[in-house]
């Protein structure tokens, strides 16, 4: 596609849930990465995938985000039994492998009720 | 610990005043410094980096070691330049941003 693809743009869920954010990169680049922000802070590292390997998942906070990209593509996020602290834009980037800068998506934001 | 410091959240500067928008950073190694830009309702996206010496949309930062900043600064500011801005700091593939500066050029 023309740019990173994330969706949905915006999730509400009660606490408790299990929700999937969806990304899609651009064609052709192999590195992809998650990232985090809360209100008022910079975006923080959460997974680094190069291909379907996740080649970096330190930034995971806790056992209950998992992340996954199969193909090669197209990667979702899983948050299991989602907190209140949870809420926050979580940001996909992309870019091909050696490249030092990201192509970033519009986001998810997700709020946790 | 690696760190990447904005001081400022807000800076408000009248059209065509300078902007300097601070940043400092800790790091032991050599640093691969940038700084992106979100523009009202965009996606974050590139401005420069330290590397390549450039200047974007009239922008320019160098980089000073002895002091451990990063500045971003342009010498009149343009209303467009409205944005959010953030400093980041390159870890192999990673970045470290910094908490962020708003900047808002009045007409």
């Known amino acids: 596609g023309a740019g990173v693809s994330q969706t949905p743009s915006n999730k509400v869920t009660e606490k408790g849930k299990y929700v999937e954010l969806r990304c899609d990169p651009i064609?052709?680049?192999?590195?992809l990465y998650w990232y985090r922000q809360s209100l008022g802070q910079g975006p923080e590292f959460l997974i680094y995938?190069?291909?379907?390997?996740?080649?970096?998942d330190s930034g995971l906070p806790n056992d209950r985000f998992f992340a996954v990209r199969p193909e090669g593509s197209v990667s979702t996020l899983k948050i299991q039994r989602t907190e209140r602290g949870d809420s926050a834009v979580y940001l996909c980037?992309?870019?091909?492998?050696?490249?030092?800068?990201?192509?970033f998506g519009s986001g998810t934001r997700l709020t946790v009720v | 610990a690696q760190r990447v410091t904005q001081p400022e959240k807000l800076l408000s500067v009248f059209k065509g005043a300078p902007v300097e928008l601070k940043c400092n950073y800790s790091y032991s190694g050599s640093p691969e410094l940038f700084w992106y830009v979100q523009y009202s309702r965009q996606r974050l996206q590139l401005l420069l980096r330290h590397i390549s010496r450039e200047s974007i949309k009239g922008f320019t930062a160098d980089l000073n070691k002895g002091e451990t900043s990063f500045h971003l600064k342009k010498p009149f500011a343009q209303e467009e330049d409205s944005a959010m801005y953030y400093c980041a700091l390159l870890r192999t593939y990673k970045y470290i941003f910094g908490t962020g500066t708003r900047l808002k050029v009045l007409a």
């Open positions: 980037a992309s870019s091909l492998e050696g490249a030092v800068g990201y192509t």
């Open positions: 064609s052709g680049h192999t590195a």
């Open positions: 995938f190069q291909g379907t390997g996740a080649a970096d």
